[in-house]
């Protein structure tokens, strides 16, 4: 059975910390370009942070650079987001995706795997 689990979400304070875990089942993490997407209330689809299967470049969305981290364990097959400094606008459901044309492709929409989403609540 192929799918992602994501876990790790919940309610934090601002300028919080939350880290994110995806375990991928089925197929090889490391052989497809992994993103982040989050859809947050009232607000679009937004792909926070991809890495790139051929060239393993890392790409962050303006609003979570410096703050937020993205890693892989290939022998685990898992994907991480380390959110730091967590704010209001970072609230909303954070899905893992994989794909295999590239991090333009998953910010399109066009991932081949998506998981079912943690929701991340910023709030004091």
């Known amino acids: 059975q192929l799918q992602f689990v994501e876990s790790g979400g919940g309610l934090v304070e601002p300028g919080g910390s939350l880290r994110l875990a995806c375990i991928a089942s089925?197929?090889?993490?490391?052989?497809?370009?992994i993103a982040w997407v989050r859809h947050a209330p009232g607000k679009g689809r937004e792909a926070v942070s991809c890495?790139?299967?051929?060239?393993?470049?890392?790409y962050y969305t303006d609003s979570v650079k410096g703050r937020f981290t993205i890693s892989t364990d290939n022998a685990e097959n898992t994907m991480y987001l380390q959110m730091n400094n967590l704010n209001l606008e970072d609230s909303g459901d954070y899905h893992c995706?994989?794909?295999?044309?590239?991090?333009?492709?998953?910010?399109?929409?066009?991932?081949?795997?998506w998981g079912r989403g943690t929701r991340v609540t910023v709030s004091s």
């Open positions: 995706a994989a794909g295999i044309d590239g991090c333009k492709g998953l910010a399109d929409g066009g991932e081949d795997y």
């Open positions: 089925g197929f090889p993490l490391q052989h497809y370009s």
């Open positions: 890495i790139n299967s051929g060239d393993k470049k890392i």
